[in-house]
């Protein structure tokens, strides 16, 4: 018997719920990744270990958040729980990989398309892992294409966030961006729920595992609390928040602009009767030999 698939029990609530919980994922990513390019040391690999941790996590719960309101009306959902747990280690590693790569190798076009393909299997991998931990009275199965569609979209989500996570830098920018991976990773999602079709086996009977609602608990609070403290860490970090200050980018000249502290003002127009290049005028190195005295110039100089 086919079961009636309803992928929006409550309605606008869980889709909403799980594009914001996508988009606080990837923004935290976002901001962490940024935060490591800055750091040449030790400290590098712990903000790309959060940034990956961040993002692996949003995406986790955004997939989860969504499946609270998936059902079939003939049959009871429950879900296994080492598999849904083991579903977001591999987000977390797979999303890790891939921003280690570009992390350390920079936004190259090879760099990108590799940790881009390996990010996006990843995430494709956590989706359908997901759905192997679902346990109800009858088979799930698969539209090839739209699958396979939906494994695009994820690599080309994942590739497009990792070029963000390295080149957007502003705090609005990374915030837009943040709104752009949300939408990309529920896109993927969507998809990936379009292609799943239930075949029933025979009369329903009660699920086996947990349900639902007990998984509901642990799922939410968990990865909510981690996201929190990921926030908390972001927020405390003012050069985070709002990007490198003004006097601190380099400018076309290679200098720095006026009011950094340690870096000195730009020279003063020269006045009348002083040589136009007054400022580079030096005193002229001692010398054993006569007729080079103390404080005058070189005539170069002049």
């Not at 079961?3 to 909403?16: A, E, K, M």
């Not at 712990?46 to 940034?51: H, P, Q, Y």
């Not at 990773?185 to 079709?197: E, I």
């Not at 329903?204 to 860490?233: C, H, N, Q, R």
Request: charged letters at 10%.
């Amino acid at each position: 018997m086919q079961g009636t698939v309803d992928g929006f029990s409550y309605g606008l609530v869980t889709p909403v719920a799980a594009f914001l919980m996508a988009c606080l994922g990837g923004a935290l990513g976002l901001r962490c990744t940024t935060r490591s390019l800055r750091h040449r040391d030790t400290f590098k690999a712990g903000w790309l270990a959060l940034g990956a941790t961040s993002i692996g996590t949003g995406i986790w719960t955004m997939h989860f958040v969504a499946m609270m309101g998936f059902s079939v009306r003939q049959a009871p959902i429950s879900y296994d729980r080492p598999i849904t747990f083991a579903s977001l280690g591999v987000a977390i590693l797979m999303v890790g990989i891939g921003i280690f790569i570009v992390g350390y190798r920079g936004a190259t076009a090879l760099t990108l398309v590799t940790g881009g393909t390996i990010t996006g299997l990843g995430v494709a991998t956590m989706h359908y892992l997901g759905m192997a931990g679902m346990r109800l009275h009858g088979q799930i199965t698969y539209d090839t294409l739209t699958v396979a569609l939906s494994v695009v979209i994820a690599v080309v989500a994942a590739t497009a966030s990792l070029w963000a996570a390295v080149s957007v830098h502003g705090f609005l920018a990374s915030l837009g961006a943040s709104l752009v991976m949300g939408l990309a990773v529920s896109g993927m999602h969507y998809t990936a729920m379009a292609a799943v079709d239930v075949n029933l086996h025979g009369t329903p009977e009660p699920g086996t595992g947990d349900t639902a609602t007990s998984l509901l608990l642990p799922m939410l609070i968990g990865p909510a609390v981690f996201l929190l403290l990921a926030a908390v860490v972001v927020m405390f970090d003012p050069l985070l928040v709002m990007g490198e200050p003004d006097w601190q980018r380099p400018t076309a000249r290679g200098g720095y602009r006026h009011g950094a502290p340690g870096v000195p003002a730009p020279r003063r127009a020269p006045a009348y009767g002083e040589p136009a290049n007054w400022s580079s005028a030096r005193p002229a190195a001692r010398s054993g030999r006569r007729g080079v005295q103390r404080g005058t110039y070189r005539s170069q100089d002049w």
